[in-house]
């Protein structure tokens, strides 16, 4: 047996080779770039907040305004920016009639910073080649569907998506199996938390012919989480779906737990029990969770307890729970972990290495810590990329929950970028309790 | 005491969705539910009934009604006037203590009471939840307000001791609509009675087995039966004669404006034997519009759209009717909003899937009917399909003309109108370009529009970037002014105001040229 002390020892040398600096000088400038991104959010927050509600209304205005927006948003506001140099800037601006000019440079960098966030434009423009560089799962970008139409416009580019992806060869490396996420809420609109079970109906039926066409070519499927209010809705659909006949045998069928949910030990275990009856393997995708102001929100507003944990630390702490419990579900349950989290990462790593298990996936978002994806690969890790595909100016409210994952000051990565040791981050969540961090 | 909002169900819960369920499947054994005329402590089934049918299965009578006469009324005002010094002496702590537990009592028939309006109204299952808690949050509230608001204020110098205090106002009158007869009927009568007056209570005759269910919980909860009597009838006799009895202090009337403002006149004449000047608080019609400004967030506002007009077939007075989009995003929000309208189902609520349901009855079924076939050629998207049994009127969206009778009468139904504005002080102006002024909306990302919108819009209740219905108690206190009402804030800080009269008491202490302190 091994002692708390010593895991966390393990676990602290892993995460330093994950962390380790190296790669091209391209890629070290790459990080260099990011970390002073984040710490410019942390440094200003107001001015931060202003930026992202202008990027938020950015696709609803005209090119030729989008100066005087910028205008409104960041130099009217109260903002960390001196006054003098607001004004300054605007008159200049304004001297020169420079504003469409500026209009059309912010678009510019506004766009050149969404396109490292998302893959491409259109499933019609996936290269052949780089669906062979990193395994992905493919994400069609968009929020809510709230018309038949819209929703079935979004199930197109589901068959279109696959239609261009290869076929997967059948004896290939799980892990790099092409995979395929699916929102839910995206391709049917009819989805009610009062009428769950019609709603499973209409769910079932508008995911059957995508699950059809992903079997034929040997694509996996995995059903992406959102919003508390669906989980039973989407939980329930892929547990009816997953038992019909013609799906009741495809191994590559997975599904979301998100840990900052109190429910997610709970909702594992019966997923283990699901997938034992089952007879088939199901992925589980352990991710920390996206929604968490809307939750709470949500919750006040109803006068809820939030189903949401508080703190990130406590989410943190059933994120290593439901990770071993996920690894002692092998083989009914195949896990796969969606972290950036210097410590998670490595707490996964060691525990594989202690029980032996190899058949796991990381999963990391296309265009976020590309240090660490190059370093887990040195070590011999496949890692796949959850990545957007869609239009960049629709894609931006997935922008703007990437730039505040990237910059909340809770953040791990926004953490590392202030230079914080990397002792002190690989902490054990547990640990931290005791000493009241 | 705080004031919490009471909680609303989470029916992603299988156990709250089966709950539901069976007490909505249970009810129609006891169909015709039978509701007598109450006076104090006697109640009575008159031989002179109304009959409420089903609104989905129109063959289904869910209630018959007694209806009360003037002299029922007659003799109400005898028994208050002998129990009224009693309740007048009871303290205000212990009033609010009695809504408190109305409350409790509410919560505890909460299945059912929604049930039974659900089988009068047709209403959507999760808009009835939302209702009902409004219904509760009323009694704590005003239970708090109460105890806060109206207690004796003391002035006191060195030769005079000056004394403010509420005094209840006597019978009020509450003539309450069929629209929500949980929450309103049970905040107009809550109001009144935490503050000491005398309630004659006549609930719409659609919804009063809803209002009866609920009068039932006043009472259970200590609340005396001679304080609180239960007159349902129709409007033009018994509230009539509510309106124009000489011993009627307060008329607290919600409803259409051509009846609010009948009352309002009636009322102001003073009869011989009347030694009282009436006080009418009306809350009437909206005709309320939503702006969509060039850089409106579309999905936010399709939504907004969606909920605030067809919700509850847009039979709420805050429902959205006139909608002004800005050119810039006109087309694109047209097309986005006809193919959202046709996701909506339609069918009976015990179905619920089905976003909308019938209207109240036969009457609004053909007038809405008759709306939309005059207006016919400029609809330009509309719900289907539609069931063929029951009073179900698709959810409709018109160009009308800028003369068109569409942008000023209030319709009461899923009626919705759209024009293009060129700027967004155009829609402000368009927007005050109404008779009413209850709710109005504005969906912008643009700051200086908003504080515009702020400072210019004429509505009791603005929604910026949401829908505009569902104000919640303490929140969102809710009423309008202009023709949409008196201005009374139900659910807001000054309601319970409304139901009292100051009375000042100054006492000169100061005897021979000393004082109080003086002689200590």
Redesign the interface.
Known sequence: MFTKQLQDEEILKIAKTIDSTNGSLYKRFLFFISSITFRFGFRYPKLKLQIF?FI??LP???TNKIYE?FK??IF??DTEIPHFLKTLFHRLIRLLFLSTLASYIILLFVKFFAKSFILTDSPNHLKKEDTFKRPRTYDILG??A??????KKYQKQYFQLIEELSEVETNINPKLRTNISIKCSGIE??L?????E??IQYLKEALRPILRLAMEKGIGINLDMEQ??L???ISETAKELFREDEFKSYPHFGIVIQSYLKTSNDDLKIWKEYAKKRGVPITIRLVKGAYLEYERIKSE????ITPVFDSKQETDIQFEENTLYLLDSYPYLRAAFGTHNLRSLAFVLFHTKRKSISDFELQMLYGMAEKYKCNLESMGQIVREYSPVGLLLPGMAYLIRRLLENTSNQGFLYQMSLGKSIHSMVKNPNEENLNGI | MEFKNETIRDFSLEKERSAMHSALDSLPKSFPFEIPISIGTKEKISPNSFFHKNPWSPDLVVTKVSLAKPNDLEEVVKVSKKSWFEWKQVSQEERSNLLIRVADNLVSKKDFIISVCIWETGKQVTEAEVEFAEAVDFCRYYAMIAKEKLSPQKTILLGEDNFYSYHPKGIVGCISPWNFPMAIFTGMCAGPLVSGNIVVAKPAEETSATAYEITKCFWEAGIPREIFHFLPGLGSEIGEAIVTHPEVSVINFTGSRDVGLSILRKASIVSPNQSIIKKVICELGGKNAMIVDADADLDVAIQAILSSAFGFQGQKCSALSRLYVHSECYLKLKDRLIAAMDGLLIGSPLDFSNRIGPVINEESYLRLQKIQKENANFLVGKTCPVPDLGFYISPSLYEPPNNSDMWNSEMFGPILSMRKISSFSEGIQLTNQSDYALTCGVISRNPKHVLEAKSNIDAGNLYINRGITGAVVNRQPFGGGKLSGTGAKAGGPDYLYLFVEGKTYTENTMRQGFSRETLT
């Open positions: 509600k938020d209304v609803s205005i005209e927006y409104i948003y009217d506001e929020e809510i709230l018309s038949p139409l819209e929703a609109t009819k009610y938390p009062e009428a769950e019609k709603s508390y209010d989980k039973s809705i507003e109803r006068g809820w």
